[in-house]
T-cell receptor, first 112, second 113 residues
């Protein structure tokens, strides 16, 4: 019930294409869903986040789509660039102690 | 804003020594900080949650006597790996809570010889 399932494990997209990463959860008590971007040897950096009362949030080329009834959310990267090549993690916040439950990560490669 | 620093970025030590890693929130106060461990090509594994002024809460399977956490102020938390052994070699990352968001440090690569 506490898991967040992320897919795909790896993804190769051509430059200029759309990258889509999906996550699914079971616990309806989750109330905050961030996406993080991590480059090799670096800590994760917050990319974009959404709350379950919103179905979509867009920041620049990055969009989160949220489907509360299906308990799924996804990250869309428009006009993907080589600099977007990184590992992306979805997460969900549980409880008042603000702990995050993490997806397994998706390694994204953007081919020039 | 919301910058978290971590020091050192890389440390190599001999087996049996202790290593201290510092995590600082530079431009905000963090009542809650988190310590993670990350193995190559894997997700983040939460080790412990620390609240300023109180004892850290460790996740199941994490040895509290081996991984000592001190959250003495609203901007500083430390992780001490005591009597480190090669199996403790890993990438350690801290985060600090700002609102609902966790902001991460750059990580510390620990190598125990």
């Amino acid at each position: 019930q506490q898991q967040v399932k992320q897919s795909p494990q790896s993804l190769i997209v051509q430059k200029g294409g759309i990258s889509i990463i999906n996550c699914a959860y079971e616990n309806t008590a989750f109330d905050y869903f961030p996406w993080y971007q991590q480059f090799p040897g670096k800590g994760p950096a917050l990319l974009i986040a959404i709350r379950p009362d919103v179905s979509e949030k867009k920041e620049g080329r990055f969009t989160i789509s949220f489907n509360k009834s299906a308990k799924q959310f996804s990250l869309h990267i428009m006009d993907s660039q080589p600099g977007d090549s990184a590992t992306y993690f979805c997460a969900a916040k549980r409880g008042s102690n603000y702990q995050l439950i993490w997806g397994a990560g998706t390694k994204l490669i953007i081919k020039p | 804003g919301a910058v978290v620093s971590q020091h050192p970025s890389r440390v190599i030590c001999k087996s049996g020594t202790s290593v201290k890693i510092e995590c600082r929130s530079l431009d905000f106060q963090a009542t809650t900080m988190f310590w993670y461990r990350q193995f190559p090509k894997q997700s983040l594994m939460l080790m412990a949650t620390s609240n300023e002024g109180s004892k850290a809460t460790y996740e199941q399977g994490v040895e509290k006597d081996k991984f000592l956490i001190n959250h003495a102020s609203l901007t500083l938390s430390t992780l001490t790996v005591t009597s480190a052994h090669p199996e403790d070699s890993s990438f350690y990352i801290c985060s600090a809570r700002g609102g609902s968001t966790q902001y991460f440090g750059p990580g510390t690569r620990l190598t125990v010889l």
